[in-house]
């Protein structure tokens, strides 16, 4: 590796200059891909994980790239991170959950909760509760459609300010969901902390956890602790019935994953839930 030192600077110098290239072109796009709809929301089901009845969605975005074809959101959230297009992508986001949340309630389906997902450049901003509180009044919707998701990461950052926003959101009656619970570098301590009401436990965990001591240990105790400090808990990535039994012998209380389904494009939502869902 010695001798090929200066290619490997060369190769560095390269990477890194276009992975600068790629972002700013990605936040170049942003606003022209909204224009031209170029973005969806695909939507989730979390059941319930002892009567299978459904309990929510968590709503996932798509873009769909004209050259690119699907790029996932791990690849252009973090890339839009701390900019605002991914504030103005947030909001399209945040609306577009709301049309779908009165849709369900067309529907008769009033009590099934629409998780949203909120990344750190999203949650500091200042506007956000007021945005929110608006589109409560435009769409006559209740806060308790709604459950935020937050990484560790997030809740972390900037704790002061962390807690401000959540207090002010929580006073709207909206409720949280700490996401890819157990993947991120904060201690316990803010589930003390913070008004939290769900926690998800990764899917790194529940992928491995009927063949992996440690992982099925750190579930069976995350859903003890959970459950004893009251809060609700919900598995993401179950993908096997063996999975699932497991989970629900250990008193999980809802369940997300391939198993039951994958994510479905918002504008073939009814079409699924008329298939698919008795409750
Ligand atoms: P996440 O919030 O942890 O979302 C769960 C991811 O796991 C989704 O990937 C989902 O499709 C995938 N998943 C669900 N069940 C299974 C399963 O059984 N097996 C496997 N292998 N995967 C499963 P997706 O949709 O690609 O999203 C990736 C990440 O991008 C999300 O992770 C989230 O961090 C971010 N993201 C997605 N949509 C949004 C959004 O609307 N806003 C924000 N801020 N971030 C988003
Ligand atoms: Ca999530
Ligand atoms: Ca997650
Ligand atoms: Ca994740």
């Known amino acids: 590796a010695k001798e090929n030192g200066g290619s490997q600077y060369h190769v560095y110098h390269q990477e890194m200059f276009q992975r600068v290239a790629h972002r700013v072109l990605l936040e170049g796009e942003v606003r022209q891909a909204l224009a031209r709809e170029q973005f969806s929301m695909s939507l989730q089901p979390q059941l319930c994980a002892k009567s299978k009845k459904l309990y929510g969605f968590e709503a996932l975005i798509r873009w769909k790239h004209p050259e690119r074809g699907m790029i996932s959101p791990e690849d252009f959230i973090p890339i839009l991170e701390n900019s605002q297009h991914m504030i103005e992508l947030g909001y399209w986001i945040i609306r577009r959950c709301f049309e779908t ?25 200042a506007n956000l509760p007021h945005f929110l509180q608006s589109l409560l009044a435009e769409f006559s919707l209740d806060a308790q459609n709604f459950e935020l998701e937050l990484t560790e990461q997030t809740l972390v950052k900037d704790i002061d300010h962390t807690i401000a926003m ?4 929580k006073v709207l009656g909206f409720s949280f969901a700490i996401d890819d619970f157990g993947t991120g570098y904060s201690s ?8 939290v ?25 995350t859903i003890a602790m959970v459950k004893n400090l009251g809060l609700t808990v919900v598995a993401e990535g179950v993908e096997t019935q063996a999975q699932l039994l497991s989970l629900t012998e250990n008193d999980c209380d809802y369940i997300q994953g391939y198993y039951y389904s994958k994510p479905v494009p ?9 298939k698919h869902i008795s409750n």
């Open 197 to 221: 009401d769900v926690i998800k436990i990764d899917k790194s965990f529940v992928f491995g956890m009927l063949e992996n001591h440690s992982d099925y240990q750190i579930i069976k105790s």
């Open 166 to 169: 959540m207090e002010a959101l």
């Open 266 to 274: 918002d504008v073939d939502l009814f079409t699924f839930i008329d």
């Open 188 to 195: 316990l301590a803010y589930l003390k902390r913070l008004p």
């Open 101 to 125: 949340a009165v849709a369900l309630k067309d529907y008769g389906l009033e009590d099934v909760r629409i998780a949203i997902n909120l990344s750190a450049g999203q949650f500091v901003d």
